[in-house]
């Protein structure tokens, strides 16, 4: 199994730039792509897709949200941060089968 | 506009079973890969496993390989999640998405059916 491994939290203060890291036991590339997604969870919601494919940003998503890595390191980056992206914060892969990391909260300072 | 719409709350006894539905709308059922999440009071996403919309053939992560059934009414745009034998920790909420074959990622949500398990 690809195990994806996250900080539980994160606390950042309104307008500052919010890097929230993914690290997976594997390598989740393949033929040019990077199978990992992020996904925003706030208190009794769904969760929202952000990004797909490490880097591209989700329809309707604003590009204050963007997302980079490759093999078993991946970073969601929030810049700037406002009020309302307090949430949970999960990364995704789906290289092989699919896993999701144990999710970072994202709290204001 | 795209919806993936579950079925209401439900409250068991240990042992009993339940179903669970998930009706899409707004695209062609079979276009997309229907995935499960479960989510535990407090905690964090549990992959459950994905049904081919196409061929019927569900998959199942490891841990729910045995009391859980991933089912579709296809002319209904419908799947299903049946728990059997059902265990105080099966108690959470449990989830539908869409899942896109080219990239893998889940890019609608169903907004959840909460599962609570108690004698």
């Known amino acids: 199994d690809i195990v994806l491994t996250q900080s539980p939290a994160l606390a950042v203060s309104l307008g500052q730039r919010a890097t929230i890291s993914c690290k997976t036991n594997?390598?989740?590339?393949?033929?040019?792509?990077?199978?990992m997604h992020w996904y925003q969870q706030k208190p009794g919601q769904q969760p929202k897709l952000l990004i797909y494919?490490?880097?591209n940003l989700a329809s309707g998503i604003p590009a204050r949200f963007s997302g980079r890595g490759s093999g078993t390191d991946f970073t969601l980056t929030i810049d700037p941060v406002e009020a309302d992206d307090t949430a949970t914060y999960y990364c995704q892969q789906s290289r092989n089968l699919w896993t999701f990391g144990g999710g970072t909260k994202l709290e204001l300072k | 506009q795209i919806q993936l719409v579950q079925s209401g709350p439900e409250l068991k006894k240990p042992g009993e079973s339940l179903k669970i539905s998930c009706k899409a709308s707004g695209y062609t059922f079979t276009d997309y890969a229907m995935q499960w999440v479960k989510q535990a009071p407090g905690k964090g996403l549990q992959y459950m496993g994905w049904i081919n919309t196409q061929t019927g053939k569900p998959t199942y992560a490891d841990d729910f390989k045995e009391r859980f059934v991933f089912s579709l009414e296809t002319s209904a745009s419908t799947a299903y999640l049946q728990i059997n034998n059902l265990k105080n920790e099966d108690t959470a909420t449990y989830f539908c998405?869409?899942?896109?074959?080219?990239?893998?990622?889940?890019?609608?949500w169903g907004q959840g059916v909460m599962v609570t398990v108690s004698s």
């Open positions: 494919l490490a880097s």
């Open positions: 594997q390598n989740v590339d393949y033929y040019g792509n990077s199978y």
């Open positions: 998405a869409r899942g896109r074959w080219l990239g893998g990622d889940f890019d609608y």
